[in-house]
């Protein structure tokens, strides 16, 4: 009797598919009702879109083109009014994914992105029985991100990622962030896998509502990150230095030869080619001069100083070297002439 009653359960157990929803909602790539028009029943009464950003990676920051190159994970929520379903009717069902195309989404760009994301999309969302939507999307973004490089290489930057619709106002749209600084400053920590070149610091969330009906609401985004410098000080800070040590140690080199002049100019030459793998680095339309180069500038101006001190020291020796043949020479010949008229007078008075 038990395996007959057990059997009989089974059987009366309902089958279920996620199909089963989408038939029941009507929801197919043809019902425009779902994809043409923002999915409210009150035109009135703007769509509430919730955004999620966490930074996943800082790949680069071009200095030179004033680029920000992050790789962030973005979560996008909005409740569409005309899907609902009791998932008690649908074996508890609470939650389809379906194809991303076959339903209206929310126009948000990226304010400061200079070029396309080339990543694919995703290429689904999820529904809820209650209506809500969500979509999810890993980005890489290029955007513009004006660098100070006053204090390079110990530099902190600041870029912002400014969220906003393209053509729907405040009207249509209501855009805000689910998550504050801190809880994003410490997801992105954990989710963080590569930082480059920079230390992250945190993320600012910033939710700019707008005053009126005809303008945006925008969701700021701003990551500090800061510069690991301990290369530039290896590489950059230190040979410029030594090279500087090199060149007061060549006073100790004899000025009757070339070779401290030589060896100057060659050292001179070293500091002026690391001088032109930093200007490859900073943007040229950085308003300061930067530290760095007032330090390369200030070594530089000191070693012309010290081979242009060589330069005179040597003429000046050279010039009194040539003095001293001079006098030589002018005593030599007097000497010369005083032994002939002391002859002549001999032999004047020994002829008498």
Sequence with gaps: MSDVSAADGVDSERDCSYQDVLNHLQLNQSNELYTMTRPVKNYKRPTL??????????LDVVEKDQQFIPYVWTVMRWHNDYISWDPNEFCGINNVSIPSGMLWKPDITIEEMTEKDKAPPSPYLTINDKGDVEVQNDQVLISSCRMHTYKFPFDIQ???????SVIHTSKDIRLH??????????WSRELMRTQYEWLFINMKVTTNNASDIVGQDMVIYTITMKRRSILYIVNFLMPVLFFLCLDLASFLISDN????LSFKVTVLLAVTVLQLILNEILPASSNRIPLIALYCIGIFSLMLLSLLETIVVMHLIEKDSQASKDSEADKGRSEGGNKRGKANFQNSHGGQ
């Design 158 to 164: 600041s870029c912002n990622l400014t969220f906003k």
């Design 49 to 58: 879109v919730s955004l999620e950003v966490l930074l996943y990676a800082i």
């Design 257 to 260: 030869g070339g070779e401290k």
């Design 177 to 186: 962030a689910t998550d504050n600084s801190s809880e994003a400053t410490e």
